[in-house]
C-alpha cells in the first residue's frame, strides 16, 4: 500500500495536467494537498468529506477512491 505522500504526489501529477479553472484540476489540487497535509488516509478521507463546492468534494472523492485503490 502507498503511503500518504505517494498519493499526493500521483494527486498532484494529475491536477497539474488538468485544464486550469476545471473541476478536475480543483478536485486533483485539494486531494494531492490533504493527502500531503494529514496523518494517514483515514484522515484524508474524513477531511476531504468537509470540502466545498459540493461538485469539487464529488470528484475529490472519487478520486482519492480510485487513488487510494491503487
Known sequence: MRDNLD???SAQQLADAAPTGSI???AASSV???L???RDITQ???TLDGLSPEDVRKAAL???DRLAAS
Do not use: G, S
Open 44 to 46: 484524508a478521507r474524513r
Open 36 to 38: 500531503a497535509t494529514t
Open 24 to 26: 478536475d484540476r480543483a
Open 62 to 64: 472519487e478520486l482519492f
Open 32 to 34: 494531492a494537498i490533504t
Open 7 to 9: 498519493l499526493a504526489a
